[in-house]
């Protein structure tokens, strides 16, 4: 059972940064898959960015982020970072943090994931 906070939502204006992290509780968060979401008003969730277990590191970003957006683990912390750098308004959404056993599978696709955190709110001004 893997249980994730995450912190450091807030408001900015277009152009700034922020990070977000996420906490994970249970001693082998080195085994999960770590990855960020995003849900903006009237729409589904979407991929932003993963991280794979501590074994392997890779990372993936959707498109829309890439080069601006940076992800990190810390193992021993058990913690994920998402770094966000010239954000846009439409980066405004609520951002979730997401953990899955690593394994087979598109860790792009919101259904792999069985663990969340409640959320937190990014909001970008123009």
């Known amino acids: 059972q893997v249980q994730l906070v995450e912190s450091g939502g807030g408001l900015v204006q277009a152009g700034a940064s922020l990070k977000l992290s996420c906490t994970a509780s249970g001693r082998t968060f080195g085994n999960y898959v770590m990855a960020w979401f995003r849900q903006a008003p009237g729409k589904e969730r979407e991929f932003v960015a993963i991280?794979?277990?501590?074994?392997?590191?890779?990372?993936k970003y959707a498109d829309s982020v890439k080069g601006r957006f940076t992800i990190s683990r810390d193992n021993i912390k058990r913690t994920v970072d998402l770094q966000m750098s010239s954000l846009k308004p439409e980066d405004t959404a609520v951002y979730y943090c997401?953990?899955?056993?690593?394994?087979?599978?598109?860790?792009?696709?919101?259904?792999?994931?069985?663990?969340w955190g409640q959320g937190t709110q990014v909001t970008v001004s123009s």
């Open positions: 997401a953990a899955r056993l690593r394994g087979s599978g598109d860790h792009t696709v919101r259904r792999q994931y069985n663990y």
């Open positions: 991280v794979t277990d501590a074994n392997d590191g890779r990372t």
